[in-house]
């Protein structure tokens, strides 16, 4: 009998995130692979399925998180080459910064093995709910931090601009679990080259559990060197200038509206006496 592989999002504020979908996936499983924030959310799973195997014993602080998430990997699919009806289950949504579902699937189909992905609630979503951002309305950009800080990416200041991971700020070991000020400072010093010092920051925790408080610690961008980071502790920069009308663009598009208008109302008349 083939085996299978869902990979599910619990959401990120225990038991209030979850999707019937996923829910459903994980009470039917044979095994539930885990990947949980904490150990409340890990026994809230145990209550679901009776056999769920946490993941965050292959971590390891100074152990290359490449080599952490392959050993994952073929933990997830070895059971599933078993002919087992697998369920990996990740908090927040499984497909953001959760690169171990990704590979378990693109792996799992080069073995011809069933494997999907069900969404849920990502630390993404909540922020902008907890925060009040429309993305709409200026526009985010979102980046890892250290690859933010690693490779030159574009910045507008007109939109807001959100670092994820920012506690790692700098690491090219994969090994960390977080980084020091000196690190810090380059992250900094590079964001002071587009914001002015003094500018307001956020520091960004969603809730855990449904008791928690969200964190939103407003700072000056140069206090972050100094700032307590989390591992899940988002930066949001928000914009320190106004849109700028793009006239070029304007003047095309007021060109085509008029031309439009033309041929809709159709050619003027002009009255002979």
Not at 75 to 90: E, N, T
Not at 149 to 155: D, L, P, S
Request: one cysteine or more; a negative charge; proline letters at 4%.
């Amino acid at each position: 009998m083939s085996g299978s592989l869902v990979c599910v999002g619990t959401g990120m504020t225990l038991g209030a995130h979850i999707s019937p979908i996923a829910r459903s996936h994980i009470e039917q499983a044979d095994i539930v692979f885990s990947l949980m924030a904490n150990g409340f959310a890990q026994k809230w799973l145990e209550e679901i399925n009776t056999d769920v195997r946490c993941l965050q014993r292959f971590y390891q602080e100074g152990k290359n998180r490449n080599i952490t998430y392959n050993e994952m990997v073929e933990a997830i699919l070895s059971q599933v080459r078993d002919g087992k009806k697998v369920v990996a289950a990740f908090y927040g949504h499984p497909g953001v910064f959760a690169c171990v579902s990704h590979r378990a699937i693109k792996k799992a189909k080069l073995e011809e093995l069933p494997a999907t992905m069900e969404p849920g609630i990502s630390a993404e979503d909540c922020l902008y709910a907890d925060l009040a951002i429309d993305p709409g309305k200026t526009g985010c950009i979102h980046y890892e931090t250290s690859q933010f800080m690693f490779y030159k990416r574009n910045i507008d200041t007109a939109a807001h601009l959100i670092l994820w991971q920012v506690a790692l700020a700098g690491d090219k070991s994969l090994g960390k679990f977080s980084t020091g000020k000196a690190y810090r400072q380059v992250l900094v010093d590079l964001l002071l080259e587009h914001y002015p010092a003094d500018h307001q920051v956020i520091l960004y925790q969603a809730k855990g559990i449904a008791i928690d408080a969200m964190r939103e610690d407003k700072i000056s961008l140069t206090d972050l060197v100094d700032a307590e980071l989390f591992m899940h502790t988002t930066l949001v920069i928000p914009p320190c200038r106004k849109m700028q009308p793009n006239e070029a663009i304007l003047a095309k598009l007021a060109a085509i509206d008029k031309k439009e208008d033309r041929i809709k109302n159709g050619p003027e008349l002009t009255l002979v006496l």
